[in-house]
């Protein structure tokens, strides 16, 4: 067995063997199967520099509690809003020296506090990293959000499943979430633990997770990273951003990770067809953007000068890995100045866009895919992502947002022939590479495209007989025709969950249980991360994804795709059976909740 991370965790964190408090106490004795070391005082393992019995800025605040069945500790949470004190907010790394011999199952206990304000991605729990990890992992709670409060039972304390690893001379490392201060609201700083737990594994538990780990029949996920909103939200130059995903999917059921450009006109890696994300914002329109959109600017410019642009960075990860690497492009995503702010345009559109109105269609902020150039563009940008990176395949988001041909000018054919032209230049760029790079497209029937394909000037079965597309990624809540089509020509059909209702055929906008009643989800207004209680959108559950990929897989998709979804419960996604049996409990995969705290 190499010393690897696994990511399979074991039915329950303690299933009975005996229970060590003391952590030297263990490493002295000769644990066994099922023994388990639970560590609740995590004010003892801490430096004392690094915490505090009352608030201080740049400290871990530690506090006692006691949970429902008499087990007691100290915990330490941190919840600072220190605006542009953010920075000194964040309390230095720690490091716990572990040194256990032999393969544990590792979990976190994560107090699920009444912290304000609510944010739609909850920032609780920690990063944790074991030394040698190239990067750290989030742990929390997972679970939605909806009527802008977080779903499930609070006051309570999550015992959240992490990984499998080999403890031999080994320290763990903790840190606040993403090692900084938060986008939305601007400058909160925020982390909370309460245990570790680290259970013996036998050598029949360390073979069988390796083995399910690496089982292709499995490997049915994939995970779309939208290439800006993790930069946006709580990410500094240097702090390894991209690389997280690999590490928190690694060994898991998530096949590929897809990163994407985060608009069709402009990059997030150093381009000679197009500039950078915020290269055509003027001096002067620099302080109308948000704060996030400033940091995502830092940190794509930082990465592109330093050679750790996400292109490169999420390719060798996910090899290293395991997983393949696709990259993506939204397909005729452009923006206008207006709720989202008044340089949104140069910021996301690029200055190609700007020197180029005679390829828009006339009156939206749309390309005009029956213009050559227009089309040429599009190839020149992909073709150089593929020559550029080792990319496993291409994705071609035509979900953000439709219709991308214009109903009222174009028909089916301008999309279906542009397909077989991007296909046919990839074929001349993996001539040169030496090995074939998949092409694959994902799109929406209804949902937020308010319309089906057709209406869309899409003709799928047309896409799929050109013999062009590797596999298809559509969101729809019936499938089931889409699954009958593509398996009449041979390609394989992933569901797409995206932040939809699972149970209402109209999606959110038709579902009660989403309904906002301050203002429709949708992304940050410039100015609301000052706010101290920020809108909340609703997003999916845990439970909820599971209904959705179980309703799927039953009507035949041979796997699913995650669309704006930051958790890990898609590390299991591609277990059917097990889904079926959380599905008929209520149960999330990798959380034990404690009955009070």
Not at 446 to 470: K, S, V
């Amino acid at each position: 067995m190499r010393d690897q991370n696994l990511t399979q965790p074991q039915p329950d964190f303690c299933p009975g063997g005996r229970i060590f408090s003391d952590l030297q106490h263990a490493r002295t004795t000769a644990l066994t199967a099922g023994d388990a070391v639970i560590l609740r005082d995590m004010v003892a393992l801490a430096p004392p520099a690094t915490w505090s019995v009352e608030p201080q800025r740049g400290r871990w605040q530690a506090r006692p509690y006691r949970l429902a069945d008499g087990q007691s500790g100290r915990l330490l949470v941190l919840n600072d809003l220190a605006r542009d004190e953010g920075p000194c907010a964040v309390p230095p790394e720690i490091e716990i020296p572990l040194d256990l011999s032999g393969w544990y199952a590792l979990w976190i206990g994560v107090p699920r506090l009444d912290l304000r304000p609510v944010l739609t991605q909850p920032l609780d729990g920690v990063d944790v990293a074991l030394d040698g990890d190239p990067a750290f992992v989030h742990v929390f709670p997972e679970r939605g959000t909806r009527h802008g409060r977080p779903l499930g039972p609070s006051g309570v304390e999550v015992m959240c499943y992490w990984t499998c690893a080999r403890l031999d001379g080994r320290r763990l490392r903790l840190r606040v979430p993403y090692g900084t201060f938060c986008s939305q609201p601007w400058g909160l700083v925020r982390g909370s633990i309460s245990a570790l737990c680290l259970m013996k594994l036998s050598e029949r538990q360390v073979a069988a997770c390796a083995q399910d780990g690496t089982d292709p029949a499995h490997k049915r996920v994939w995970f779309f990273h939208d290439g800006y909103s993790p930069y946006w939200q709580a990410s500094n130059p240097g702090e390894n951003c991209d690389a997280r995903y690999p590490q928190t999917f690694r060994n898991s059921d998530v096949r590929a990770i897809v990163l994407q450009s985060p608009a069709t006109g402009v990059a997030n890696w150093p381009s000679r067809v197009t500039g950078l994300v915020g290269e055509a914002v003027s001096d002067a329109q620099w302080p109308l953007l948000r704060r996030g959109d400033r940091r995502a600017c830092d940190y794509l410019r930082w990465a592109c000068a330093n050679g750790q642009e996400g292109m490169r960075v999420l390719a060798n990860a996910c090899h290293a890995a395991g997983m393949e690497f696709h990259a993506g492009l939204r397909m005729n995503l452009f923006f206008t100045n207006g709720p989202l702010g008044q340089a949104v345009e140069a910021l996301l559109n690029g200055c190609f866009w700007r020197d180029h109105p005679e390829l828009r269609v006339p009156g939206k902020a749309k390309w005009d895919y029956a213009l050559p150039a227009a089309r040429g563009f599009v190839l020149d940008l992909l073709a150089e992502l593929a020559g550029n990176y080792d990319v496993d395949g291409i994705n071609l988001d035509f979900t953000r947002w439709p219709p991308v041909a214009d109903p009222q000018r174009h028909g089916c054919e301008v999309l279906t022939t542009f397909i077989a032209d991007i296909r046919r230049r990839l074929d001349a760029v993996a001539r040169a590479r030496g090995r074939r790079i998949a092409l694959s497209a994902s799109v929406v029937d209804d949902y937020h495209a308010f319309c089906g394909l057709a209406e869309q000037r899409i003709d799928l079965e047309a896409w799929l007989a050109g013999g062009a597309l590797d596999f298809i990624c559509v969101q729809a809540w019936d499938i089931a025709p889409y699954v009958a089509l593509a398996r009449r020509h041979n390609v394989p059909l992933i569901a797409i969950l995206d932040q939809e209702s699972v149970d209402v055929p109209g999606g959110k906008r038709a579902d009660p249980a989403w309904q906002q009643e301050t203002r429709p989800d949708e992304d940050p207004l410039p100015g609301e991360e000052y706010a101290d209680a920020p809108h909340v959108n609703s997003t999916l559950d845990p439970t909820e994804y599971d209904r959705g990929a179980l309703r799927c897989y039953r009507a035949g998709a041979d796997g699913i795709a995650l669309v704006n979804a930051f958790g890990t419960y898609g590390r299991r996604l591609g277990h059917v059976d097990e889904i079926a049996q959380r599905v008929a409990t209520g149960r999330i995969f990798g959380q034990s909740v404690s009955a009070s705290l």
